[in-house]
Nanobody, 127 residues
Framework: QVQLVESGGGLVQAGDSLRLSCAAS????????MGWLRQAPGKEREFVAA????????YYGDFVKGRFTISRDVAKNTVYLQMNSLKPEDTAIYYC????????????????????WGQGTQVTVSS
């Protein structure tokens, strides 16, 4: 059974940092692009960051503006999202995603297909 399990979310204050982790199991994701999307209350799910299977290329949503860094450890089948300078508007459920192509992750829109999703981890940033 394929699983993506996120961890590392929590309640922090504006300006703080968090590191999210996504551990993949059930298969090898070394050839999969992986990424993070988020959904705030009352809003559509949106792209946050993605990393190619080789880790040579990374992509970020426009709102990130240098605050977040995505990375992956292929040996551990794990992807990370380091989030710095958090803002209250970053409050959302953060979902890990994996797909054979990076396009479905970076170009995600409501209802589009991504091969695998995690269950999500809540990030709350207080002002």
């Amino acid at each position: 059974q394929v699983q993506l399990v996120e961890s590392g979310g929590g309640l922090v204050q504006a300006g703080d940092s968090l590191r999210l982790s996504c551990a993949a199991s059930g298969r090898t994701f070394s050839r999969y692009a992986m990424g993070w999307l988020r959904q705030a209350p009352g809003k559509e799910r949106e792209f946050v960051a993605a990393i190619s299977w080789s880790a040579d290329n990374t992509y970020y949503g426009d709102f990130v503006k240098g605050r977040f860094t995505i990375s992956r450890d292929v040996a551990k089948n794990t992807v990370y999202l380091q989030m710095n300078s958090l803002k209250p508007e970053d409050t959302a459920i953060y979902y890990c995603a994996a797909d054979l192509g990076i396009g479905p992750i970076t170009g995600y829109y409501t209802g589009s297909h991504i091969d695998y999703w995690g269950q999500g981890t809540q990030v709350t940033v207080s002002s």
